[in-house]
């Protein structure tokens, strides 16, 4: 990621943090295609909301993605990749715990490498507007204000809890804090408004990880993401 907004606090308004960036690569994988990797044409808001919380998070907090701003042409690419075919089994890892013996946790990657097609997005741009809300986790020092001006504050510094990225650990996303108004997009007229489809909004946690899905339209650049609760987003 490239540009990164300001925490911005606007009277009547909900506290906003808009977010964007450019790196080479990215890939948000539609969850209908297992096998073989293809990227969705936008940035998933679930993929968005990652990025900010590795830049802020706590349990007292939970980020909503607004708005998305592709800045970018859409654009493609077809490569092959090199992929583990297996992972450490659940029951292996909590045996490994109660034991604290990690012999049996090693993978080898000579016996189990596979090679996938995959079709990822190419030099993608986007600036992402979310705001903070918080929850039941909320302490007596937790206020939206607080949380708001430490991610300003991790933002501006490039501080992070890990490397965030566009998809997958191979593309890592750079940021930068932003504070002005959002970069004209480069679109051309075919890509401003697309129909765009189902997309991932997010994972449900609190309902056995359901995903949840929304009918996303691209307008004049801008992706707009409903709230959670709306009729608009559905399981």
Sequence with gaps: MRQLWGALRRAGLTPQTPLGGTQPRACFTRPETKVERVSYSVITPSAARGILEAIHWTPAIVWSIDRIHVLNPIRFQSLRRNEVGHKVPVATVRHAMRSKDITELRQIIDQG?????????????????????????????DSVGTHLTMFTRRARRGQCFHQPCLGTREF??????????????????????????????DIDHSNGRSSLIFHAVLRDGVLTVPPRSSPEVWA
């Design 113 to 141: 490498r596979q090679q996938r097609a995959a079709v990822i997005l190419v030099d993608v741009d986007y600036v992402i507007e979310a705001h903070v809300t918080l929850t039941k986790e909320v302490g007596v020092n």
């Design 172 to 201: 890592p996303a750079d940021f930068e804090f932003w504070d002005g108004p959002v970069p004209v997009h480069a679109l051309p007229d075919e890509q401003r408004n697309l129909d765009l489809g189902p997309m991932l909004q």
